[in-house]
Every structure is written in C-alpha cells, then in structure tokens.
C-alpha cells in the first residue's frame, strides 16, 4: 500500500523560513517524480514544483527562487525549504508521486497517481 505523509506544516510569519517533509512507503521512490502541490480555500490546487527521480527540479512561477526541493532516497523523503515565506503562501501544501519526468506534465494533478493528506502552512503578515 502506498503512503504519502506530509509534515513539518505550521504557523509562520511573513519571511520566515520552513521545511516540509514528504515520507514515502510502498513505492520505490527512485522511479518516481515527487511533485508538490498546494490549495487556499476558495482556490484551485496549484503546482509547487517536482523533483524527478534524476533530481531535475522544475519549480511554479510564484515560488521560484524562494522554494527549493529536495529528495533522500535513502530515507524515502522528500523535502520542501520554503524561504521568504509570504501571507500568500498560506495553503494546503500536499505532496504527490508520477511516472512522469516531462517537464509538460508535472503540473498537472491528473498527472499524478499517489497523494498526500496534506499540510497546513498558514503565513501571517
């Protein structure tokens, strides 16, 4: 069975810095991209970013520069550093597991066959 468990979410302020965690079971985590993903209320699910299983890391408009991923294999995790932290970010932040490695894809959620429960991150200003 596989499991995604997303961690390490909280309430932060404006500029602060956090890192989320994505551990992995069931799946051989080196064959797949992980991607994350995250929604505010009243919005639709937005792309992060992904790492593919060759540690190409793609990144969403809003967040590049500021947000980084990351993957231990060996430790099944995946990671999130989230850097200059806005009230913006304020979501659900979800990990997810493709197949995919084509950079087209990897935003879209359809794309992706395994989610998280997800994580909350709530950034005050």
């Known amino acids: 069975q596989v499991q995604l468990v997303e961690s390490g979410g909280g309430l932060v302020q404006a500029g602060d810095s956090l890192r989320l965690s994505c551990a992995r079971s069931?799946?051989?985590?080196?064959?797949?991209?992980m991607g994350w993903f995250r929604q505010a209320p009243g919005k639709e699910r937005e792309f992060v970013g992904a790492?593919?299983?060759?540690?190409?890391?793609y990144y969403g408009v809003s967040v590049k520069g500021r947000f980084t991923i990351s993957r231990d294999n060996a430790k099944n995790t995946v990671y999130l550093q989230m850097n200059s932290l806005k009230p913006e970010d304020t979501a659900v932040y979800y990990c997810?597991?493709?197949?995919?490695?084509?950079?087209?894809?990897?935003?879209?959620?359809?794309?992706?066959?395994?989610w998280g429960q997800g994580t909350q991150v709530t950034v005050s200003s």
């Open positions: 790492i593919t299983w060759g540690y190409s890391t």
């Open positions: 069931g799946l051989t985590v080196s064959t797949y991209t």
């Open positions: 997810a597991a493709t197949r995919s490695f084509a950079m087209r894809e990897l935003p879209g959620t359809s794309n992706y066959y395994y």
